[in-house]
């Protein structure tokens, strides 16, 4: 009895004493397991998830751009409403803005990188506090368009497996390959068809050429020795000596030769956008001279004011007080003491746009201006031109054409215009016919202005005139002959009457 209660005591504290190891056993493995956790739990091993920064659309008609620099590099901190990089857009080069704050992690596409798509992922960010060095890069999409415009030759073609020569049985050859095999002497068996059924081809007799040393062909007695070809060596496989190759930079160029030249996005989209308007827009031409005299005249009282404002300024000014409502027109006729009713009225119906529904009548009048820079044609706009002074409009101009050739437009600024005008009057160009920018509806074309000599009806004697050819363009689906004329004749009435347009 004594024995049994001796041996269960010694298996209680026997038991106790391996509960206790066991505990000291977790505690010390506690310490590793949590670092084992914290280390597959860490940046480095996981990655800090991004914020991905993707190629906006800057334009309504944007479908790829241009990264021309950033502005902010690797490790920068970020705030809403900085500027990120420059991009070029179809129309110009636009400061891309983050929306968001954080750190710059990853430069995706570099300074240069060319044709790039609308949501083609461009840069990384990372929110602050994270560590961008271990920013996780997601994937990139190997089908994309290229990053950059340096030509990537393509890769060579892995060589087809040549078929057994023909050991036995009547050899076939091309034409072309008997003929040079018969020239060179070249026993026709050594080659190596690559043809169907064993065919020799002219590749297969050229590259037998290459490989083996060429005999001369034995001479005829009564022949004639043949004056040798300047290009003894024969073209190489597949090639075209009929096609002459591309020009060497630094070195003149043969005759047939020619250099390609890489388009921009702006050319690219002028190209395509002429394209479409002249073969989708029934043009049809009108032309009118007009008299600028007063507004000559004009211009001289104002430098001696030191107000200096040029003939185009005039001009845009008396197309947009045409296009205005006849509610204008009537208040013009009153100040002039004539009757309202038998007066033409001003031409709202030539300010409209075509879409896909039809004629869109416009409530504004923004006047588009041609504007040409090293990259192309580009039409800023004056917005409300109408209600301004031909003194505000020249400072408009002024600002809007400096921008333009700096590439620094804004979208807003323009997109949207109603009416176009393009001045190539200080060219010397007489007259011409401009495109229609769509949807637009007209465009007018202006030349320089010439003097004439003319008869005065009134008193039969010869006077000198100084005359400006006007040239409108417009959309036949749009605007007729009748509503062209009318529209031109009211045009030249305000622009040889410019006190009518002060009152606008």
Same mark, same amino acid.
């Given at each position: 009895?004594?024995?049994?209660?001796? #041996?269960?005591?010694?298996?209680?504290?026997?038991? &106790?004493?391996?509960?206790?190891?066991?505990?000291?056993?977790?505690?010390?493995?506690?310490?590793?397991?949590?670092?084992? *956790?914290?280390?597959?739990?860490?940046?480095?091993?996981?990655?800090?998830?991004?914020?991905?920064?993707?190629?906006?659309?800057?334009?309504?008609?944007?479908?790829?751009?241009?990264?021309?620099?950033?502005?902010?590099?690797?490790?920068?901190?970020?705030?809403?409403?900085?500027?990120?990089?420059?991009?070029?857009?179809?129309?110009?080069?636009?400061?891309?803005?983050?929306?968001?704050? $954080?750190?710059?992690?990853?430069?995706?596409?570099?300074?240069?990188?060319?044709?790039?798509?609308?949501?083609?992922?461009?840069?990384?960010?990372?929110?602050?506090?994270?560590?961008?060095?271990?920013?996780?890069?997601? +994937?990139?999409?190997?089908?994309?368009?290229?990053?950059?415009?340096?030509?990537?030759? @393509?890769?060579?073609?892995?060589?087809? =497996? @040549?078929?057994?020569?023909?050991?036995? $049985?009547?050899?076939?050859?091309?034409?072309?390959?008997?003929?040079?095999?018969?020239?060179?002497?070249?026993?026709?068996?050594?080659?190596? @068809?690559?043809?169907?059924?064993?065919?020799?081809?002219?590749?297969?007799?050229?590259?037998?050429?290459?490989?083996?040393?060429?005999?001369?062909?034995?001479?005829?007695?009564?022949?004639? =020795?043949?004056?040798?070809?300047?290009?003894?060596?024969?073209?190489?496989?597949?090639?075209?000596?009929?096609?002459?190759?591309?020009?060497?930079?630094? !070195?003149?160029?043969?005759?047939?030769?020619?250099?390609?030249?890489?388009?921009?996005?702006?050319?690219?989209?002028?190209?395509?956008?002429?394209?479409?308007?002249?073969?989708?827009?029934?043009?049809?031409?009108?032309?009118?001279?007009?008299?600028?005299?007063?507004?000559? +005249?004009?211009?001289?009282?104002?430098?001696?004011?030191?107000?200096?404002?040029?003939?185009?300024?005039?001009?845009?000014?008396?197309?947009?007080?045409?296009? !205005?409502?006849?509610? #204008?027109?009537?208040? #013009?006729?009153?100040?002039?003491?004539?009757?309202?009713?038998?007066?033409?009225?001003?031409?709202?119906?030539?300010?409209?746009?075509?879409?896909?529904?039809?004629?869109?009548?416009?409530?504004?009048?923004?006047?588009?201006?041609?504007?040409?820079?090293?990259?192309?044609?580009?039409?800023?706009?004056?917005?409300?031109?109408?209600?301004?002074?031909?003194?505000?409009?020249?400072?408009?101009?002024?600002?809007?054409?400096?921008?333009?050739?700096?590439?620094?437009?804004?979208?807003?600024?323009?997109?949207?215009?109603? &009416?176009?005008?393009?001045?190539?009057?200080?060219?010397?160009?007489?007259?011409?016919?401009?495109?229609?920018?769509?949807?637009?509806?007209?465009?007018?074309?202006?030349?320089?202005?010439?003097?004439?000599?003319?008869?005065?009806?009134?008193?039969?004697?010869?006077?000198?005139?100084?005359?400006?050819?006007?040239?409108?363009?417009?959309?036949? =689906?749009?605007?007729?002959?009748?509503?062209?004329? *009318? &529209?031109?004749?009211?045009? *030249?009435?305000?622009?040889?009457?410019?006190? =009518?347009?002060?009152?606008?």
């Amino acid at each position: 009895m004594a024995a049994s209660l001796r #041996l269960g005591r010694q298996g209680i504290l026997f038991g &106790f004493r391996l509960a206790a190891a066991f505990d000291r056993c977790l505690l010390a493995t506690h310490p590793c397991q949590d670092n084992v *956790r914290h280390l597959f739990r860490s940046p480095r091993i996981l990655g800090v998830s991004p914020v991905k920064v993707e190629m906006p659309a800057l334009s309504p008609t944007m479908e790829e751009g241009s990264i021309v620099k950033w502005l902010k590099k690797e490790g920068e901190a970020v705030a809403a409403g900085d500027a990120l990089c420059e991009i070029e857009t179809d129309k110009a080069v636009v400061t891309m803005e983050s929306n968001e704050d $954080g750190i710059m992690a990853k430069i995706l596409m570099e300074e240069g990188s060319r044709n790039v798509r609308l949501g083609t992922l461009i840069a990384l960010m990372v929110e602050e506090g994270q560590d961008w060095k271990h920013v996780e890069v997601p +994937h990139l999409d190997a089908a994309g368009p290229p990053s950059t415009d340096a030509v990537v030759p @393509p890769a060579a073609p892995s060589p087809a =497996r @040549p078929p057994k020569p023909v050991v036995s $049985g009547l050899l076939r050859l091309s034409p072309a390959a008997r003929h040079i095999l018969n020239t060179h002497g070249v026993d026709a068996k050594l080659a190596t @068809p690559t043809g169907r059924r064993g065919l020799i081809t002219k590749e297969d007799a050229l590259n037998l050429l290459k490989k083996s040393p060429v005999p001369k062909p034995a001479r005829a007695a009564a022949a004639p =020795r043949p004056v040798p070809s300047p290009a003894s060596t024969p073209p190489p496989s597949g090639s075209r000596p009929n096609i002459p190759p591309l020009s060497v930079p630094g !070195k003149p160029g043969a005759p047939g030769t020619f250099t390609e030249i890489p388009a921009s996005n702006v050319r690219r989209v002028i190209a395509q956008r002429l394209t479409q308007s002249k073969t989708t827009i029934p043009h049809a031409y009108a032309s009118v001279d007009c008299d600028m005299a007063a507004v000559m +005249h004009l211009r001289k009282d104002l430098a001696k004011e030191q107000i200096k404002v040029s003939v185009n300024d005039f001009i845009i000014k008396a197309a947009a007080v045409t296009l !205005k409502v006849p509610l #204008l027109c009537s208040l #013009l006729n009153d100040s002039d003491g004539e009757s309202t009713r038998s007066q033409t009225i001003e031409m709202p119906e030539v300010n409209v746009t075509w879409s896909g529904d039809g004629p869109r009548a416009l409530d504004s009048i923004h006047i588009s201006v041609a504007v040409a820079t090293d990259k192309g044609l580009i039409t800023p706009i004056i917005k409300d031109a109408a209600d301004k002074g031909v003194q505000e409009i020249s400072a408009n101009v002024k600002a809007l054409a400096q921008k333009a050739r700096d590439g620094k437009l804004l979208p807003e600024e323009y997109q949207g215009g109603s &009416f176009s005008i393009s001045n190539l009057g200080m060219f010397g160009i007489s007259g011409f016919s401009a495109v229609i920018n769509p949807p637009q509806a007209c465009i007018l074309a202006i030349g320089t202005s010439r003097s004439e000599l003319r008869l005065c009806e009134d008193d039969q004697t010869l006077s000198t005139q100084q005359l400006m050819t006007v040239t409108l363009s417009s959309d036949g =689906r749009l605007v007729d002959d009748e509503l062209a004329s *009318r &529209f031109l004749d009211k045009f *030249r009435g305000n622009l040889e009457h410019p006190q =009518r347009m002060a009152l606008a």
